[in-house]
């Protein structure tokens, strides 16, 4: 998408005025368009873990406060950045820039399907599983709504899990050893776990 909104002029008084509630019609124009092809695109991802926004002061800001983007892609947004450039380089340098948001938001999302492994093992030892008899037997019937290895697994039945979790839909996290939840999911399950679709018999 191109914004179409032209560059800064010098010209003053009346047509300075004009000028500029001109391009702020077409900047929130440019700011609907690329809100309503997010929503296009990113509601069809169901797996979106986080949005990057970037771009020159304040135009990043103004879309977040002014773009019509809908609430639920708001709260995806996991970093902003100031950025001078808005082509290919520029979403490579938003990338780079945004290496410590990304971490910590795999690193939250770990523990969240941490805990909730614990949880429903807890409350309901059917709807989940762990070793790798139990779940090579889950995934094999279809029943592994999220499949989590650990990164101190075997890295060849690493491949074999996810490659057979894929096959069936199923969702694959790799939990990291690196905080108590990772160690402690380790400790218990050796390496993997699964929540599960429904339970087996």
Do not use: C
């Amino acid at each position: 998408l191109t914004s179409g909104v032209p560059g800064k002029i010098r010209a003053g008084g009346q047509s300075s005025q004009r000028f500029h509630r001109i391009t702020e019609g077409l900047a929130k124009e440019f700011f609907r368009r690329v809100a309503a092809e997010m929503k296009k695109i990113f509601f069809e991802m169901p797996r979106l873990k986080g949005i990057l926004v970037g771009g020159p002061i304040p135009t990043k800001e103004d879309f977040l406060d002014e773009g019509q983007l809908v609430t639920k892609l708001k709260e995806k947004v996991i970093s902003i950045k100031d950025l001078g450039y808005v082509d290919e380089h520029g979403l490579e340098l938003l990338v780079e820039a945004s290496q410590q948001e990304i971490q910590e938001q795999e690193l939250i999302k770990e523990k969240k399907i941490v805990e909730r492994f614990f949880n429903t093992l807890g409350k309901d030892k059917m709807r989940a599983v762990y070793g790798e008899d139990n779940v090579r037997l889950a995934l094999e019937r279809g029943a592994v709504e999220v499949l989590l290895m650990s990164k101190k697994w075997e890295r060849d039945k690493e491949k074999e899990f996810e490659k057979m979790a894929e096959n069936i839909g199923s969702e694959v996290v790799i939990i990291g050893i690196d905080h108590q939840d990772g160690e402690q999911f380790f400790n218990l399950t050796k390496g993997v776990g699964a929540i599960l679709r429904f339970a087996l018999e």
